[in-house]
T-cell receptor, first 119, second 110 residues
Framework: GAVVSQHPSWVICKSGTSVKIECRSLDFQATTMFWYRQFPKQSLMLMATSNEGSKATYEQGVEKDKFLINHASLTLSTLTVTSAHPEDSSFYIC???????????????FGPGTRLLVL | RKEVEQDPGPFNVPEGATVAFNCTYSNSASQSFFWYRQDCRKEPKLLMSVYSSGNEDGRFTAQLNRASQYISLLIRDSKLSDSATYLCVVTHTGGFKTIFGAGTRLFVKA
């Protein structure tokens, strides 16, 4: 299947620092990228949807000034958690939507996720 | 009411059993349907797409009933390695809006 990479895979940081997470689609051009957050034993919660070259669309309750998303190209999106606090500790997962080489259907492929722990 | 609802589980089944998961969605404009599998502390991985005509991939069969807005996943001859959380996923026009179900946990025991 299609490959989506995410970096870093885990981060431990002090409260108040900013953390940047990169998401790349490696073998296809992603028309849309999504950012999710998952707390333990819960399902994925969509944070925002971004299309290349335009502003991200944030879900209700997600602070756009705190979670900055940049979708610079069809293969790269970044999420920056600004002034992170312990309650931001979570598993952040990106996905890229596109037509992979194996399929004609628009499908989402997930990155391996980034575990963020804010002390 | 959640837009995508699944059996909460957990399902505890012995090896070799057949198990079925159900999922309902509320938005009749939903266009694409998928089952994803998520292992503990890992990202979701696409298991299979779901079509109105039904589709089968080895021991896995998925069905879609648009009239009832219902999706199912059937796993035959369960293996220990099938233990995971199964997520029902529904997307709207062009894949721009994706809704995940809360997931159904499956435990297959020897």
């Amino acid at each position: 299947g299609a490959v989506v990479s995410q970096h870093p895979s885990w981060v431990i940081c002090k409260s108040g620092t900013s953390v940047k997470i990169e998401c790349r689609s490696l073998d296809f051009q992603a028309t849309t990228m999504f950012w999710y957050r998952q707390f333990p034993k819960q399902s994925l919660m969509l944070m925002a949807t971004s299309n290349e070259g335009s502003k991200a669309t944030y879900e209700q309750g997600v602070e756009k000034d705190k979670f900055l998303i940049n979708h610079a190209s069809l293969t790269l999106s970044t999420l920056t958690v600004t002034s992170a606090h312990p309650e931001d500790s979570s598993f952040y997962i990106c996905s890229a939507s596109g037509q992979s080489p194996e399929s004609t259907q628009e499908t989402q492929y997930f990155g391996p996720g980034t575990r963020l722990l804010v002390l | 009411r959640k837009e995508v609802e699944q059996d909460p589980g957990p399902f505890n089944v012995p090896e070799g059993a057949t198990v079925a998961f159900n999922c309902t969605y509320s938005n009749s404009a939903s266009q694409s349907f998928f089952w994803y599998r998520q292992d503990c502390r890992k990202e979701p991985k696409l298991l299979m797409s779901v079509y109105s005509s039904g589709n089968e991939d080895g021991r896995f069969t998925a069905q879609l009933n648009r009239a009832s807005q219902y999706i199912s996943l059937l796993i035959r001859d369960s293996k220990l390695s099938d233990s995971a959380t199964y997520l029902c996923v529904v997307t709207h026009t062009g894949g721009f809006k994706t809704i995940f179900g809360a997931g159904t946990r499956l435990f297959v025991k020897a």
